[in-house]
């Protein structure tokens, strides 16, 4: 099950953050620093999956930005690794050319087209995937609704 | 009051403050003003504020006066507005919070709207952070759902079903029947979310798994679709078809196959097939196959398969992405156990990886290694072990040279190389060994007698290299001071032969004394070795005596405690000195750590009874060895300082010189120390019955090894012969029985059969043995079963 959704950037700063575990609020922050120290850390030719604490941390780079996942040990890593860029793929067909910026730039909410990793809720759903490919999710769109970021989270919920 | 700044300028104004406190105090000027406008009444702007504050509590800041609002917001008539006070909802009410019980109404409402987003946006919200009576309430609203005919809301039921279902384990019960119906479904997010909601449910109850095993036909065709269908663009991955949803039916086959064997044949074929179609050139592909391979291992599958699973993990094991090295050798590991001839073939592969970059690739490299280590590989394993132990990080040293010495133990080919082996890891990695390899080297060398020339010898030459390292030093030093006459003899056989003069001895040890790299166990080596050698040596005792007696004011007790009584030992024993310093016996093998029953070699393991000078070499704490170390000096002192072991029931005591009788007398000045007398062990009767009886002692050899000796014993008139014994033991026990004394009983007890059996009972469960005794007497063969239930212990 997946436990946490990190984006994060190079200097440290997160840009998304999605608890599927209720964790507290001050322990968050620490959570995350440690987290992100210990990826940033990791040099080109180390392999993506490292084991913190009691779960096993799945990271993936895009430029500047690191994508890290919190699964536990039940989950096939390779799976997650490439639900990760899965959901890169998804972004990146929704905002044509996706940059770190507008992960956290689109939260407008009301009716705009522009919702992305703030609504993050139905991505990964408790921890669980739905849906597998992210034309599907987009294509549901198509019928002339206003898209809203809960068409994305569509997507993103296949991601669990 | 500040106008309120759209949602982006916030963020911007927030991304250019430099420092933390800038930021913070951006932060706090917009919380002041969302709060002065949540508390204004209906205002247009209420969904932008509250987005606002959510953002700014994802990087932290503290954002409960939000909650109120949100529940405001949710029950709001405006899709807008909704939506972003279930986003709220989700991100900043918990169970624990009071407010979160307000939207439970909200939500019922909410389930059955027309619209279906707003039905959704209710259902995330619930699958998010609804509480257990929550979800009690709503259950069977999720029930009808799930049977609805929009296969949108379909998707979101099955999944908040999953997290009703984590919440309250009774609630399953309710929503088999439905999951079990989405399984014809054709859309794959609903296919999706029944298995997980099957996985789900099968995971919490036996019964339902029994239930759900009849859908193990339904998951195979719904696989076998997967992989045989053409390019279908809706759910391509990189050229296979709904990876995501393969792996997680592969999962549930997992689940539902694992100890049964029915279920476990219908999968056989469909394993193969997915094992053997899919495309293994991207990572989607990989991750597939890497499922399909720990199915295959956990369910009951036929040979062929786990031999075609385990062929997989070895083709991973070349594969260039380090990703799937790394999770190949973690599965190899735990199959490690079980199969593993099939993982020995991939040997090569893997100590090559103890070479990778990666760190976890290494330690996984590394524990598998050492796994793979048997008695026909032992030579060349160890050189890539000590190789790579030269070469590795800090945190795997421990691990590695500990590992090392395991395997050197259990399938050393000779004394000779098993010295050296430990000598290698010593010199590389000295810092890094536990405490009792110098006792447990120390033993190994005196049992090997035809090397100590050899031994002493080397071990000179690596101290003058390096004294920094404090297990080879003390070594050294005990070694020095036990054979230090062979040392100056210079000739050897084994290695080239150098001059050795006593001076350059002398000088070594002054040296360990006295460098500040020396811990105080080992400065305490170096002075017993100076003094020992004072009767090995014929040249230099004057200057041994000024050694010792400058440590006669030491600021160490210790030292100061040894130095004062070698003192006394030169000027008022002197006629003793030789007798209290002569060689010390081999030392028994029977320190904890060692199990008794694995070794296999050949080596001497003389079973020195009763004298036994184990003190110092077997005590794991530095202090008590050196007080120990005193006793032994001053000869026979018996207080056994762990259980003796004795063998059989006969306890032979060597005779005590006369060295001890006036050792007796220091025992007195040193206060009495009474010599316990040695018990002998308890023998118990546990099978009489036509004249043969069968007694059985055990004695306790370490913390979790036993060795239990049966003697039978024939009273009848006729003698019996082929008499065997044989022996089980619970599971986790391990066993090994030692070749019996002798295979016929003589006729009224002339001579007995003795077998020693050999326990090991890590787990520490409850020990019984059942025992078979069969013989043949006077033609007709007998057979019995005896069980023993307890162990006489001491």
Redesign the interface.
Known sequence: MIQFVLMVNRQGQ?R??RYYQ?VA?NR??ALEADVVRCCLSR?K???????YKDFKLVYRQYAALYIVVGVTDSE????I???VH?FVEVLDKYFSRVSELDS??H?????SPRHPG??D??RT??G??????P??ALR?RQDGRQL???DV?DCK???? | MSPSVPLQEMIRAIRSARTQCEERGVIQRECAAIRAQFRQADNGGRSHNLAKLLYVHMLGYPAHFGQMECVRMIASPRYSEKRVGYLGAMMLLDEKQDASLLITNSIKNDLSHSNQYVQSLALCTLACMGSAEMCRDLAPEIDRLLRASNSYIKKKAALCAVHIVRKVHDLGELFAPAARSLLAEKNHGVLHGAVVLITELCERSPETLERFRKTVPDLVQIMKGLVISGYSPEHDVAGISDPFLQVRILRLLRILGRNNEAASDAMNDLLAQVATNTDSTKTVGNAVLYETVLTVLDIKSESGLRVLAVNILGRFLLNNDRNIRYIAMTSLQRIVGTDHNAVQRHRGTIVDCLKDQDASVKRRALELSLALVSATNIRSMMKELLLFLSSCPLELRAQAASGIFNAAERYAPSQRWHIDTILHVLTTAGGDVRDETVPNLIQLITNTSELHCYTVHKLYRALLSDISQQSLVQVACWCIGEYGDLLLRGECQETEPVQVTEDDVLDALETVLQSHMSAPATRGFALTATMKLSTRITDNVDRIRSIVSIYGSCIDVELQQRAVEYNALFKKYDHMRAAVLERMPVIEKNSPGHTNGESTREAVKEVQPAKVKQAETLLPQQPTSQVCDLLDLLGGSEEPLQPNPAVGSTVPVLPISTSSTAGGDLLDLLGGLEPTPLTSAPTVTVYEKGGVTLTLSSEKQSDSGLTVTLTACNSTDSDISSFTLQAAVPKSVQLHMKAPSGDSLPARGAAKVTQMVALSNPNKVNLKMRIRISYTSQGSAFQDTVQVDSFPEH
């Not at chain 1, 030719?45 to 084991?51: A, G, I, K, P």
């Not at chain 1, 919920?157 to 669990?160: F, I, Y």
């Open positions: 997160t998304l953050s209720s609020l968050r922050a040099k030719d180390q392999c993506s999956f490292v084991e096939n890593e390779l799976s690794y490439e639900l899965n956290s730039d939260v407008q909410p009301g009716p703030r609504d809720p139905e759903h408790r669980n995937q739905q849906e597998p490919n034309g599907a549901h809203t970021g809960s989270t919920v296949s991601m669990t």
